[in-house]
């Protein structure tokens, strides 16, 4: 077999060159049952903080962040953002994969604030790094837009919007 492992004399005929996405082709992605084409195959039914790709370049990570233990203020507000900011930063909140996991968990109470959003890689620095982001973006854009997209407070019967 000849391959990069093998210990044949390397072969430099251009012709025999692999290309920049061999394997990573549309073929690649048939086979696969998670593509972003099929998100609620993730467990991210109601809320997600990104739309599906239709052919992903890159890989993202959904996770949602769960704030407890909030002052009780008006929903939404600058200032409620600025908490959740700080609690990013001094790294106290919880994360989940999913809404569902929340739920399986017992992860949230009526009155916990819920930020979901995407990652670029699945660890520790990165999704910490992404919800502060997020939550820095709203902030600056907060004159123009208070809609909050990608929140959702717990009520007593459940999620609101």
Not at 13 to 40: E, I, K, R, V
Not at 47 to 72: G, I, K, R
Not at 90 to 105: C, E, N, V
Not at 135 to 159: C, K, N, P, T
Request: glycine letters at 6%; aromatic letters at 12%; a negative charge.
């Amino acid at each position: 077999m000849n391959n990069n492992f093998s210990n044949n004399a390397p072969n430099y005929n251009p012709n025999s060159l692999p290309t920049l996405n061999n394997g990573m082709d549309q073929t690649f992605y048939t086979n696969m049952d998670n593509t972003m084409d099929n998100t609620h195959n993730l467990g991210m039914n109601y809320l997600t903080a990104t739309t599906p790709l239709e052919s992903p370049l890159y890989t993202s990570f959904n996770y949602c962040m769960v704030f407890s233990n909030l002052p009780d203020q008006p929903w939404p507000s600058y200032n409620l953002l600025q908490q959740c900011l700080d609690k990013v930063r001094a790294r106290d909140a919880k994360i989940y994969s999913s809404t569902d996991a929340i739920q399986r968990y017992d992860g949230a109470k009526t009155g916990d604030l819920i930020l979901s959003f995407a990652a670029a890689a699945a660890t520790d620095g990165v999704i910490w790094t992404s919800a502060e982001g997020v939550i820095l973006h709203q902030m600056r854009y907060w004159d123009r837009d208070r809609r909050m997209s990608g929140w959702a407070l717990v009520g007593e019967f459940g999620l609101a919007r």
